[in-house]
């Protein structure tokens, strides 16, 4: 007997375009006349999505106020005032584009808005957030995180500390899936994202939680990562190449809020902790370091994603893997940016109990002494 759980997923609404739709799908929650925050990546304040965003909005009848006034990996601080905002101009629905940071903060805005208690107290399910929440609509403009399909949302403590907020509090509503969004990104955050993206569903599809209704997501997501990345990567105006690459990113996304990832998001939230490093750098490298490990216990899980990847099995997944890495300009050795960095101090971060649920996902069981072996190995390969 199986148990198969797939969680609620937003309404999407997708296609060239379809950011025009944002003040339309936005009013039918609020009601006319209702406040919007408009939660607004600051890299794209060069761009026109900002105004066309807020048209839409004013357009439905809407008041917007913008906040950019955030970094990337968001401060506990930063959604904090972001809350202020919305609760001083009595805000119905937070709008929230950008990458991973923007959708995070205005999907924790949303969830905390309605009480006044600060985003800190909600951290690892420690409150219930409050009954009443805002509106949340969530814009992507990278094709990686999966921010916009996920209960979660990670912020930074004062004391640097990276805590997640989770539940159904922190979910979007609405997802608009518009490529033509993505295609101002550069080829270095293409790559870097969609790697990303192509981890998070390698990983659900291959982890302990991985099942038949779960890798329906996973493996299409497989699927149109490792057949849009090189091409979007290529030529960021191949509109057809960054559509697949969204879908593939949002799919995922949704796999990971079934299932969560594992041991390459270990290694790769465990490097980030000791040096600057992008996410999905990071765990692109912690899946080179330790597939052929994983692929020694394979039950068929990574037999099966490796045909997603258009593979003739599992044994060939490692290698195309790191092709594929390399081949999208994602630098694998860190001897410049981790000299001075041993293997120990690397797996004692690995250790720590803030990764230990990454740990846990992973189908074969991982000894302290492997944690060594994957940070020699991911110190080290060249
Ligand atoms: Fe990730």
Redesign the pocket.
């Known amino acids: 007997m199986s148990r198969w759980d797939l969680a609620m997923s937003p309404h999407v609404t997708g296609g060239a375009g379809a950011r025009q739709a944002v003040g339309a799908l936005t009013a039918a929650r609020t009601g006319p006349g209702a406040e919007v925050l408009l939660v607004a990546d600051p890299g794209l304040a060069a761009t026109p999505l900002i105004g066309e965003v807020t048209a839409s909005l004013a357009a439905a009848g809407l008041g917007v106020t913008v906040f950019s006034d955030f970094t990337g990996d968001p401060t506990a601080a930063q959604v904090d005032a972001a809350a202020d905002m919305a609760r001083r101009t009595e805000a119905r629905a937070v709008v929230a584009i950008g990458g991973g940071s923007a959708l995070d903060l205005g999907k924790a805005v949303g969830a905390i808005a309605g009480d006044t208690a600060p985003a800190v107290a909600y951290q690892l399910c420690e409150r219930d957030f409050p009954a009443a929440t805002l509106a949340r609509i969530c814009i992507p403009t990278t094709s990686?995180?999966g921010s916009e399909a996920t209960r979660t949302a990670i912020v930074t403590r004062a004391d640097k500390a990276k805590v997640w907020l989770w539940g159904d509090a922190i979910k979007a509503h609405e997802i608009i899936l518009d490529p033509e969004t993505t295609l101002s990104l550069p080829a270095h955050l293409t790559a870097q994202t969609g790697i990303?993206a192509l981890?998070?569903a390698l990983e659900a599809a291959t982890n302990g939680n991985a099942n038949a209704a779960n890798n329906l997501y996973a493996h299409e997501a497989i699927r149109l990562a490792s057949r849009n990345l090189e091409a979007a990567v290529a030529d960021g105006s191949d509109l057809a190449a960054r559509d697949g690459l969204q879908r593939s990113a949002w799919l995922a996304g949704i796999a990971?809020d079934n299932g969560g990832?594992a041991v390459a998001?270990t290694i790769?939230h465990a490097l980030a902790s000791l040096r600057p490093l992008h996410?999905?750098r990071s765990?692109a490298l912690g899946m080179i370091a330790t597939l052929a490990w994983n692929l020694a216990d394979d039950d068929g899980r990574f037999d099966a994603a490796a045909r997603a990847m258009g593979l003739a099995g599992a044994h060939e997944l490692p290698e195309a893997f790191e092709r594929l890495t390399r081949a999208v300009g994602i630098k694998v050795s860190l001897a410049d940016e981790f000299a001075g960095v041993t293997p120990d101090a690397l797996a004692a971060q690995m250790a720590r109990p803030e990764n230990a649920a990454m740990r846990l996902s992973n189908r074969r069981r991982i000894e302290d002494g492997d944690l060594l072996v994957f940070a020699e190995r991911v110190l080290t390969q060249a």
Do not use: A, F
């Open positions: 990686g995180t990303d981890v998070h990971i990832t998001h790769g996410h999905g765990v």
